[in-house]
């Protein structure tokens, strides 16, 4: 079975701990960046990240998921709500990469 991890702050990472997947709680961008290279090379299915550490970080994050395909990296809403809009904004990215305009900004 494959491992998953919680990378976030501890109100973020407490119901993750309920359920059996791995909580680390974190809050330094340095500390996150070595954490989340450490989980992604030692063979974990799956990463969640708070959106408020993701921000920090964001592209490290995607330079690794161009790598490899595992594990999926999930940036998850978080307590301190710091960052919201970086989910969205990423969809765009990938978005526009895969059709190669912003469709967002398309109207009818």
């Given at each position: 079975m494959?491992k ?13 701990r ?21 989980r ?14 993701a ?7 995607e ?9 999926i990296?999930?940036?998850i ?14 969809l ?10 912003d ?6």
């Amino acid at each position: 079975m494959l491992k998953m991890a919680v990378i976030g702050d501890k109100e973020t990472c407490l119901p993750f701990r309920g359920v059996g997947v791995e909580g680390i709680v974190c809050e330094k961008t340095e500390e996150v960046k070595k954490i989340l290279r450490q989980r992604f090379e030692e063979g974990y299915g799956v990463i969640f990240i708070a959106e408020s550490l993701a921000a920090e970080c964001l592209e490290m994050i995607e330079e690794l998921t161009e790598k490899r395909s595992m594990p999926i990296i999930t940036i998850i809403p978080d307590f301190l709500k710091k960052s919201p809009g970086i989910t969205e904004s990423r969809l765009k990215n990938w978005l526009r990469r895969a059709v190669g305009i912003d469709i967002s900004k398309m109207r009818d």
